[in-house]
Nanobody
């Protein structure tokens, strides 16, 4: 069955860095666009970053541009999110999600999430 398992979250100081990973299994990972989506305390879901099947095209929401980088390793079936210059407003539960709409943001599977807390 399809599984997405995030890891790498934790407590980090403002200005610090963190790398999230999402291990995918149960499907042909290289055939799907993938997203990182987050949910801050008391707020709705916000998509953060997207990457196409081959990894050559990426998109980041304005609030993280220049600070976050999404990437993937199709040989290892793993999605990554490198987060630099972290801010307190980046505190959220971060999910990876499989897109079934060719990059248009319709998701059918999500991971369980990994918590990122940015605080001094």
């Amino acid at each position: 069955q399809v599984q997405l398992v995030e890891s790498g979250g934790g407590l980090v100081q403002p200005g610090g860095s963190q790398r999230l990973s999402c291990a995918a299994s149960g499907f042909t990972f290289s055939s799907y666009w993938m997203y990182w989506v987050r949910q801050a305390p008391g707020k709705g879901l916000e998509w953060v970053s997207a990457i196409n099947t081959g990894g050559g095209y990426t998109y980041h929401t304005d609030s993280v541009k220049g600070r976050f980088t999404i990437s993937r390793d199709n040989a290892e079936n793993t999605l990554y999110l490198q987060m630099n210059s972290l801010k307190p407003e980046d505190t959220a539960l971060y999910y990876c999600a499989r897109d079934v709409s060719g990059g248009w943001g319709t998701f059918d599977y999500w991971g369980q999430g990994t918590q990122v807390t940015v605080s001094s």
